[in-house]
């Protein structure tokens, strides 16, 4: 997961502005990517509680980049942040044990209150037995 990242990274690493006066020569650069791999990381573990993962990016780091190239900034993060989502839907449990190192997890928990152990369905993050909690959250969205 964290090509898409780097990839991000890369791509605005020139067009970065100039840290202020006082501060470390790459501290802008480290502010940007550890910005980068905080979104990707969190798109690979918490996938159904991020809502909008570019939008999210862009705002963490449009202050390092010049107005002339807030264009530019923009559509980079949506195309590799679209990509990333993309990989994510195709392959959600190999992006997730990339970032973690551990499989993923049901997000139910059990009667005696530890969390399910059992994989996760890739489309909503419940275990086949807990199925009918995801069908309960859609009614309440709905609802709402």
Not at 10 to 36: K, M, Q, T, W
Request: a positive charge.
């Amino acid at each position: 997961m964290y090509q898409f990242s780097r990839a991000i990274y890369r791509e605005l690493a020139p067009h970065i502005l100039p840290p202020a006066h006082g501060a470390s020569v790459g501290a802008n650069h480290e502010h940007v990517l550890h910005a980068c791999e905080a979104v990707v990381e969190r798109m690979a573990t918490d996938r159904h509680y991020f809502a909008y993962p570019a939008r999210t990016l862009y705002c963490d780091v449009r202050s390092y980049f010049a107005m002339s190239e807030q264009g530019h900034v923009h559509r980079v993060v949506n195309r590799y942040i679209g990509y990333a989502q993309r990989f994510l839907v195709e392959n959600p449990v190999a992006a997730y044990t990339s970032v973690s190192g551990q499989p993923p997890q049901c997000r139910a928990t059990t009667r005696k209150g530890s969390a399910c152990q059992r994989v996760p369905l890739a489309h909503n993050g419940y275990c086949p037995s807990h199925q009918h909690l995801a069908e309960t959250e859609d009614r309440e969205l709905a609802a709402a």
